[in-house]
């Protein structure tokens, strides 16, 4: 029978800032109180967590390097980035009233990397030539970004029309989950919360980009093992939206 395929990775898986007011406000429904905490990641580079606290606060702004729209606004104060790059950075807080009134405060940010590599040298190393074989197609992850012509993100928890992706995962999909660094791409499951679910990940594919019908896959990954954890590398059939999950 006649097929082609899709290859799908899934993974399942301080600082010195000071407080500067833009108006002295008297009248207590304007935002008071604004707090202020960054968190910096011990395992994971240029990761980063603010947590913001105001009273009579609507919602919360969070600017990067000045920039003048938000790079988020929500109502929780709870903002997550990651940096690919060392260096100094600056991030505008904003806790704002009803009226459009606001607290801000300036938070210097200083991402220093640790290293962390993958040993790429142990295990397997698949060849690029066979015999009676031609590479139709590889990604050794060697840029600094992930090859948009060859992969593409999904996004949340597959809900509505696949809640859980089908496998009652817990995790939100997200694709600040995933970078490439050293010739190895990196998929981390966090335990952190996230539009409702208490966890996320990073799930990329190269359905619509890439598929293969007959021959050689090689797949070279390194994977975690614990309570909970399910990482996984899916070959599926091109036809996948029409057919269905094998069963």
């Not at 009579?56 to 000045?66: A, S």
């Not at 606001?102 to 066979?130: M, T």
Request: charged share 20%; hydrophobic share 35%.
């Amino acid at each position: 029978m006649n097929f082609s395929q899709s290859i799908f990775f899934v993974l399942f898986f301080m600082l010195f800032s000071f407080s500067c007011n833009d108006k002295a406000y008297e009248n207590e429904e304007y935002p008071t109180n604004l707090k202020v905490e960054v968190v910096y990641s011990e395992d994971i580079n240029g990761y980063i967590q603010i947590y913001a606290t105001a009273e009579n606060t609507v919602k919360f702004e969070f600017r990067l390097n000045n920039s003048e729209n938000p790079e988020e606004e929500n109502s929780t104060g709870i903002f997550e980035y990651t940096y690919y790059q060392e260096g100094d950075y600056i991030i505008d807080v904003r806790a704002v009233g009803e009226s459009g009134r606001y607290l801000k405060e300036i938070v210097y940010i200083n991402i220093v990397f640790i290293d962390n590599e993958v040993d790429v040298s142990q295990g397997y190393i698949s060849p690029l030539e066979y015999e009676g074989y031609i590479l139709s197609w590889n990604d050794e992850f060697n840029g600094s970004t992930i090859n948009t012509d060859s992969w593409v993100f999904e996004i949340g928890t597959g809900c509505p029309n696949l809640c859980g992706w089908g496998n009652n995962e817990l995790q939100y999909y997200r694709q600040q989950n995933a970078w490439v660094g050293n010739g190895v791409l990196t998929i981390e499951a966090r335990k952190e919360s996230y539009y409702g679910s208490q966890y996320t990940s990073a799930r990329i594919k190269t359905q619509g980009y890439k598929s293969f019908q007959y021959g050689r896959i090689d797949i070279r990954a390194l994977l975690p093992k614990g309570q909970g954890i399910w990482p996984a590398l899916w070959m599926l059939g091109n036809n996948i939206t029409s057919a269905g999950w094998p069963s």
